[in-house]
């Protein structure tokens, strides 16, 4: 008669980093399955979340025509917005790691609020329900199911998190490119409500749907393979060990804010954030008042968001082998150029040339926070990582002052070529900012060259 097999113990290793490894309890054992579906519970809530950040520049033009509302007051609300949904990364990540809210919690009240700003954009005729209900309370629903989410991938996939935090970043791009093209042909000042009642229903369905499901892994888990202290050394488990070192030594959110050397990190993102935030607000408005018409500024959005999701998960991928701050570096440079490329092509009513610009707007700028989330880790280490994305994160409230309100009185004054060149020039300057990106504690000369 065979002995009953037991399950091996649960234990804690420690890695040359001093990174914890919590091994001897499967992704199965856990959850009854493989953790990939976890990571694709968090897609679909991303990909449903999405639609209020990048489908705003399609509705802005419809909401002035539908209230004579200026276009300044109509973007500002979406500033605020953006100001919201950054701000919740780090509150959400501390509340998370006292276990005084769960990643199910989070979402699903995030899917709540998400609906509430939606219905707010379909319904709201007056400018204060526009910033109370789509400004504060979908900015701040947002940031509850985007923080959550990416936290999940980072705590299911600590292996994988630069490839699977594309994945999931990247839906927050594409969940919105359905809606655009819709709305590119059939939006209006008439059937506003409808269209946003329907967008807000099947969000909320897929969002609740979504987080009901999810959960965290317990802290400091790890997958039955690969061993993790191979892991950590070995270019054939882990491709990225070559181009990315690892942390030093752990930091607590306060030594981060504390950090001179993460102030270079904080300021690429706030840049990188302005730059995007700026495409998705003003986009639609400058293709429209140069000839292009309500569909060519809808497929222009549409096409920004597709290839922003599509470029978090192709430079996640290329991060890994040829090192975070070289690719960093070289999407800044191409969301730079992009911007002089879109005004060019606007004024000369190119619409191929549009696009390009577009495209490269979107591989550019849009794929900075991809990038965060693993040059966190490797740079602040692993034991307050989400909290520290929070910190960081929270840069695009920055973004947003520059990106939204600042750029909104530079196209006053000075018009879109104004706003596009500023805009071009703090993209490149966030490329130049990324030389000064570097580990905390480690010597510059000894320093990877990406």
């Known amino acids: 008669m065979s002995e009953p097999q037991t399950r091996p113990p649960v234990r804690e290793l420690l890695d040359v980093y001093g990174r914890r490894y919590r091994i001897g309890e499967s992704d199965r054992a856990l959850l009854g399955r493989s953790r990939t579906w976890m990571g694709w519970l968090a897609t679909a809530a991303m990909f449903a979340a999405g639609v209020q950040q990048y489908g705003f520049g399609a509705i802005a033009p419809v909401l002035t025509r539908g209230h004579g509302w200026t276009f300044t007051e109509v973007v500002l609300a979406f500033g605020l917005w953006a100001v919201c949904q ?20 989070a979402v699903v009240l995030g ?21 109370l209900g789509y400004s504060v309370a979908g900015g701040i629903g947002t940031g509850l199911v985007y923080a959550t989410c990416v936290g999940a991938v980072m705590r299911w996939f600590p292996d994988r998190t630069a490839a699977r935090a594309g ?43 979504s987080g009901l499901l999810l959960r965290y892994p317990p802290e400091h888990w790890w997958p039955e393979r690969p061993d993790p202290r191979e892991w950590a050394l070995d270019k054939a488990h882990n491709r990225s060990v070559a181009a990315n070192r690892p942390a030093l030594r752990h930091f607590r959110p306060g030594e981060v804010l504390r950090c001179r050397k993460a102030l270079p990190l904080y300021l690429t993102v706030a840049l990188a954030g302005a730059v995007l935030l700026f495409d998705i607000g003003y986009l639609a408005t400058f293709v429209a008042a140069r000839g292009g018409g309500p569909v060519l500024a809808a497929f222009a959005l549409a096409v920004l ?3 922003t999701g599509g470029g978090r998960v192709l430079l996640g991928w290329l991060s890994d082998r040829l090192g975070r701050r070289r690719i960093l570096r070289l999407a800044l440079a191409t969301g730079g150029v992009a911007q002089f490329v879109l005004f060019y092509s606007g004024e000369h009513r190119d619409a191929v040339g ?69 805009a071009g020039i703090l993209s490149l300057a966030g490329a130049v900012l990324t030389g000064r990106v570097a580990q905390p504690g480690r010597p510059k000369s000894l320093l990877p060259t990406a």
């Not at 950054?86 to 919690?105: E, N, T």
């Not at 490119?177 to 329907?198: C, T």
């Not at 939204?404 to 004054?413: E, N, P, Q, S």
Request: with cysteine; proline share 3%; aromatic share 10%.
């Open 305 to 307: 968001a597709l290839v």
């Open 167 to 209: 994945v999931v970043s990247g839906a927050f791009a594409f969940g919105s490119v359905p809606f655009l093209l819709i709305a590119g042909y059939v939006l209006s000042v008439d059937n506003r409500a409808m269209l946003l009642d329907v967008t807000a229903a099947l969000v909320l369905a897929v969002i609740i749907g």
């Open 86 to 105: 950054s701000s919740v990364a780090f509150p959400v990540a501390w509340l998370r790691d006292r276990r005084l809210l769960s990643p199910a919690a």
């Open 111 to 131: 899917g709540v609020l998400c609906t509430a700003g939606l219905v707010t954009l379909g319904h709201a005729s007056s400018l204060p329900a526009v910033f």
């Open 354 to 422: 549009l696009l390009v610009g577009v495209a490269l707007a979107g591989l550019g700028n849009g794929c900075c926070y991809t990038l965060l989330v693993s040059l966190v880790r490797e740079y602040f280490g692993e034991e307050s990582a989400l909290q520290n994305f929070g910190v960081l994160y929270a840069a695009k409230a920055v973004g947003a002052v520059l990106g939204i309100g600042l750029a909104a009185f530079v196209v006053t004054a000075h018009g879109y070529f104004g706003a596009f060149a500023a």
